[in-house]
């Protein structure tokens, strides 16, 4: 890769830039390389190649000084980050500790974070279930936020795109409100997900129990062959990195992808400080970036520009990108820039035990596990509160040994472990209904080590959402009922946002410009050669794992932008 | 999100596997990660969290409880892994305050409640008595409830830090970093299951 250093105008102008280079910024990468455009990608953390900068990938688990666990001292020192489960000893170097990069709290918001090459495609469980035309059509329909610009049609082809490249594996339900893609070999069902899922078929209509669709290889085809990427092989050790490519990440598969193309230039340690609007032409020229180890102010210079920095960082960066035609933000006409923010919601968890199918175990290990859509007020409201839930589940039987002897007695137990009944979980994972109240903005006096202005989230729950909670507890009681578990265990936990790590909004997308800051192809209405292609863009939520639907609409964004470069349209 | 798997329970596979042990680990590696304290110096003092002394004699006294705990047989037990390093770092490192302070009191009320009960300080106490010392702590209401938290707290770590050695994870249930493909209906009883099907 060119290394670029502060040189002439002409040697810091390209065709585009894309700033950040996690899941989205990535995927923008791939496509606008792929075209011919000389892309380059500014990163604010540092490098991370694929395989060589996995330092704990293939460590035993005794080769992690505490065993996984992080130290009080490491806990105490990162109250926001210790809440999220996946930050242990073996991922502890791809998550962004809590005094490295402040943000304002007006409210509790855990913001969870990975700052490098890949962003937190690294880290991400890689859950990828498509939305639907009824999560496309719900603000329509349900009179919330605004109507998305676009319909489940205008998004399909890029699912199928973005799926068959990424190497998502599923199976093909034939379900409406979730939509089949472009599948490798499902996940399979063990014996008591498989009774869940009929005694769903019998007793409840339209509930369904599937295997979840998720962005691991259960099959290598040769187009991630062609990648350097071979078969998942459900180690389960994917936030490490995986040696194999088995999961998609940015790391593994987009920027490989794009650099063979020639036309990538990736910038680490650039932390893009804000968009460079010119107001004689009336468009945006480049980026001004600070560089994170010189603190060297440089401005690179393109014809587009790919904001991609996470939803969040990407209000941040608009909102910080003032000139005389744009005094609160690029595009920023309408004021409502940094607004509509959402989230999913995890707020209840389920478990509980099941006496039946004793005849049959689990053996080995699998990298997926199951879900069902949202089934409420799918099709038509019908309960007190808007939207719904879907959900995760799945069934364990484990060996386990009893641990009530001491010495011999114990040795002998520990060493021969049996096997022990079956266990079910379930958790929700919630819609929420964007709203005007739930901001982020810039903490206008207090700046960060590289200048930038911190931001400031003041985001909250609302009464739609602890309905929702509680609705889910009861219902998946009921089903949990209905197919004999017992000794059901509820959990109503109470904690912030931000730690679903599905943060969204703040420049969503829409039809008219006086509601909204993009349109429907990812411009801003106001300055049409700056796309917003990750999680700010989003109108609604929806329920699904968000982040193949930024996939798809970055690659059709990226396809428009070049197709409107070469008519001279931006 | 994910939640993260817990590494106190087996899976199938480890089980299974035990017979295709990778026997590349000398016996003895230990595999306990060395400490960075010099505590384990003859005659140094470890600076525990609180105002409790742990000195050569606390520290032989905990190795004495982890090798009640899991002995040596026919394969090494917790003392022959270091497994009184692991409950220590563990403790210091990963443990709250409350845990911390009863785990040096409770240690040091170890002797008291021997003597008490079996007429000698622990040390001097034979392997049996050793065994029942331990499983009576819990019994006795009036033993005191650092105590109890002690061999709590020491038992758990005592048996993830055995579980998770090195040799155990290499030689007795072997590790498998590539586990096997996954099989939904496994009939429970190949893996012995109580319930035959
Ligand atoms: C533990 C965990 C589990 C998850 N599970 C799932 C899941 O199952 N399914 C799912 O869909 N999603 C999941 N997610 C969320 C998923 O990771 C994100 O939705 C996704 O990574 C967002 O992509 P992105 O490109 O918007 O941002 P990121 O991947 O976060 O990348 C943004 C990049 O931009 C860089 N950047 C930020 N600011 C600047 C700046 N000023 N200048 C230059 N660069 C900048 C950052 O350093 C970063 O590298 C999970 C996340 C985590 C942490």
């Known amino acids: 890769m060119a290394n670029t250093n502060l040189g002439s105008v002409n040697q810091r102008s390209y065709d585009a830039i894309v700033i950040g280079s996690g899941i989205s910024g990535g995927w923008a990468a791939k496509e606008l390389t792929e075209k011919g455009l000389k892309t380059l990608v500014l990163e604010r953390g540092r490098d991370v190649k694929h395989i060589v900068d996995y330092p704990t990938a293939n460590k035993m688990p005794y080769e992690f000084e505490h065993r996984g666990d992080m130290s009080n001292a490491a806990r105490e020192a990162n109250p926001i980050l210790s809440r999220a489960n996946a930050w242990q000893e073996d991922s502890d170097h791809f998550f962004v500790k809590d005094n490295e990069h402040p943000y304002v709290q007006k409210k509790p918001f855990d913001w969870i974070r990975g700052y490098q090459v890949g962003g937190r495609s690294l880290l991400w469980a890689r859950q990828t279930q498509r939305w639907s035309q009824y999560d496309f059509d719900g603000p329509a329909r349900d009179g919330f936020a605004i109507d998305w610009p676009i319909r489940y049609k205008d998004i399909a082809p890029w699912y199928s795109h973005v799926e068959k490249f990424a190497g998502i594996s599923g199976n093909r339900d034939g379900l409406e409100e979730l939509p089949d893609g472009e599948f490798l070999p499902p996940n399979p069902l063990n014996a008591v997900e498989d009774h869940f899922r009929k005694s769903l078929q019998e007793k409840f209509e339209g509930r369904h129990l599937i295997a979840s669709r998720f962005a691991n290889l259960t099959k290598s085809t040769p187009t991630q062959l062609a990648q350097g990427r071979s078969q998942c092989l459900s180690r389960k050790l994917c936030r490490r990195g995986c040696p194999f490519g088995g999961y998609f990440s940015s790391n593994s598969s987009t920027l490989p992808w794009a650099e063979k193309t020639g036309n990538l230039t990736l910038r680490p340690h650039s932390v893009v400080h804000s968009v460079i609007y010119d107001e004689e032409k009336g468009r945006a020229t480049g980026v001004r970036v600070i560089d994170s180890q010189s603190k060297e102010a440089i401005e690179y210079y393109a014809k587009i520009i790919f904001v991609n920095a996470s939803a969040l960082n990407t209000n941040l960066i608009l909102m910080n990108s003032v000139s005389k035609r744009f005094p609160i933000g690029l595009g920023n006409d309408n004021g409502l820039l940094g607004k509509f923010v959402a989230f999913h919601n995890y707020n209840t968890t389920i478990r509980a035990e099941f006496d039946g199918l004793p005849e049959f175990a689990t053996f080995g290990s699998r990298p997926g596990s199951t879900y069902i859509p949202r089934f409420r007020n799918m099709f038509r409201q019908e309960t007190d509160f808007l939207r719904g839930y879907a959900t995760g589940f799945s069934a364990r039987r484990n060996l386990s040994s009893n641990r009530s002897g001491i010495g011999v007695d114990l040795k002998e137990s520990l060493l021969n472990p049996k096997l022990g009944g079956w266990h079910v979980g379930a958790h929700m994972m919630g819609e929420t209904i964007p709203k005007e109240s739930n901001t982020v903005s810039l903490e206008a006096n207090k700046t960060d080590s590289w200048g930038m202005p911190l931001l400031n989230i003041d985001i909250e729950y609302d009464d739609n959402d602890l309905k929702m909670e509680i609705d889910s507890l009861e219902q998946l009681s009921e089903m949990f009922t209905a197919a004999g578990f017992t000794n059901i265990k509820t959990t109503h936990k109470h904690q912030a946002p931000g730690i679903d790590i599905h943060e969204m909004g703040g420049v969503r997308m829409g039809k008219d410009p006086k509601t909204s800051l993009l349109n429907k192809w990812n411009q801003l209405h106001a300055c049409k050669n700056v796309f917003v292609t990750d999680g700010a863009c989003m109108t609604s939520t929806s329920t699904q794992n968000p982040s193949l639907t930024y996939m798809a609409l970055t690659a059709r964004a990226a396809n428009h932008a070049v197709e409107e470069m070469r008519k001279g349209n931006v | ?197």
């Open chain 2, 1 to 197: 999100m994910k939640t993260r798997e817990n590494p106190s329970i087996w899976t199938a596979s480890r089980l299974m596997n035990r017979r295709e042990a990778i026997k590349k680990t000398a016996l003895l590696s230990g595999g306990m990660i060395l400490l960075n304290h010099s505590l384990f110096g003859q005659n140094s003092s470890l600076s525990t969290p609180i105002n409790v002394t742990f000195g050569p004699k606390q520290e032989r006294l905990l190795q004495m409880v982890v090798d009640t705990l899991i002995p040596k047989t026919d394969t090494p037990g917790a003392k022959e892994l270091k497994v009184d390093h692991f409950v220590l770092l563990m403790v210091n490192d990963c443990h709250s305050e409350k845990d911390q302070t009863a785990f040096y009191s409770g240690l040091h009320n170890l002797d008291v409640f021997t003597e008490k009960y079996f007429g000698q300080s622990f040390a001097l106490c034979d392997t049996d008595t050793r065994v029942e010392a331990l499983n009576s702590v819990n019994k006795k209401s009036d033993a005191n409830p650092e105590l109890q938290a002690f061999i709590k707290i020491t038992k758990s770590r005592t048996i993830q830090g055995y579980l998770e050695s090195n040799y155990v994870m290499t030689e007795l249930l072997p590790h498998k970093m590539i586990p096997d493909p996954y099989d939904g209906y496994y009939p429970a009883r190949k893996l012995g299951g109580k319930f035959d099907g």
